[in-house]
């Protein structure tokens, strides 16, 4: 088992720096399991060990523990997921708007990560022609039985898309799942039309919700193994031959249910959350659905840098 202080690399992975320290303990006693990843995972403040680069404030995990990162998403399988899916699938349209909105003439769209396949379908149900890769096995039979979405299983660069350029690519929570956040940059950069729009989607280390939780903040997760901020994005996005065009908050949907249960990890609800499951009229208040913007994640819309390619 790896030690809580190894660490396997001396510069930063975003912007090469060697002035990193250490900035939270592994809070894991055994090495990580396929079970970790799940995207339901509610253990928050469970993490790998973290270092944070004093040149750009990027906040990432050991690269000792993260090199086998992808057979582990290949392995997942995370049944409470599909439970959500209702109330995922309303925010994907507010996003794709974005995306559709920095580019008028969008034609074609590429989700890299694209979980069971939601932003896709309701990208096709727009008249786009969308395409989704996604290295987790079950979550892509999720996709195709619940959903009716066929996505390629693997991660990206995929050879079944090789030479494909498309006018909007999403990364939609997972830049913050991968090791090598300029190399999926880059990648994607690549994957862009002329003139096309990379829509980045990742949690905000410096938001206010971050600094009022600390180390419980729920983006601290074992699944997340690198935490922007608008400086280190900013940092990354160049390097891959990107510009930042806008920057806004990302909204998201959940049911009454989903808030109570996770507040219940951080306040002694758990009693009042069980009455709730017994009164019927408390029950209708539980199913119901509401927007929240907690201000604690960024949508940066990036285009390639002028003489990029």
């Given at each position: ?40 995972d509610s ?38 997921y599909g ?129 009022l939780l ?96």
């Amino acid at each position: 088992m790896r030690g809580p202080t190894s660490i396997g690399l001396t510069t930063c992975p975003v912007c090469g720096s060697s002035r990193i320290t250490l900035w939270k303990r592994r809070n894991l006693s055994r090495d990580l399991t396929p079970e970790d990843l799940q995207i339901t995972d509610s253990r928050y403040g469970v993490t790998l060990t973290l270092y944070k680069c004093a040149a750009c404030s990027f906040v990432f995990a050991d690269a000792a523990e993260t090199g086998h990162l992808t057979e582990l998403y290949e392995q997942m399988i995370d049944s409470a997921y599909g439970a959500s899916s209702e109330n995922r699938a309303q925010q994907m349209r507010p996003l794709l708007q974005v995306g559709i909105a920095a580019l008028s003439r969008a034609r074609t769209l590429l989700e890299i990560g694209a979980g069971s396949g939601l932003l896709v379908a309701e990208a096709r149900r727009l008249g786009l022609d969308a395409v989704g890769v996604e290295p987790c096995k079950s979550v892509v039979e999720v996709a195709r039985e619940s959903h009716g979405v066929d996505l390629l299983q693997g991660t990206f660069p995929h050879p079944m898309l090789h030479g494909r350029q498309f006018d909007l690519v999403y990364l939609v929570d997972v830049i913050e799942h991968v090791a090598d956040p300029i190399a999926l940059l880059s990648d994607s950069t690549r994957a862009l039309s002329p003139g096309g729009a990379l829509v980045v989607v990742t949690p905000d280390v410096s938001s206010l919700a971050a600094r009022l939780l600390g180390r419980r903040w729920w983006h601290f997760r074992l699944a997340h193994v690198g935490y922007f901020n608008a400086r280190s994005m900013n940092q990354a996005a160049c390097l891959a031959g990107l510009a930042i065009r806008s920057t806004r908050r990302a909204g998201w949907v959940f049911s009454v249910r989903y808030l109570a249960e996770r507040v219940s990890t951080y306040l002694p609800v758990g009693g009042v959350n069980r009455a709730a499951e017994r009164f019927g009229p408390f029950r209708w208040l539980y199913d119901r659905v509401i927007p929240l913007n907690l201000h604690d994640s960024h949508i940066f819309v990036m285009s390639r840098k002028s003489g990029s390619r």
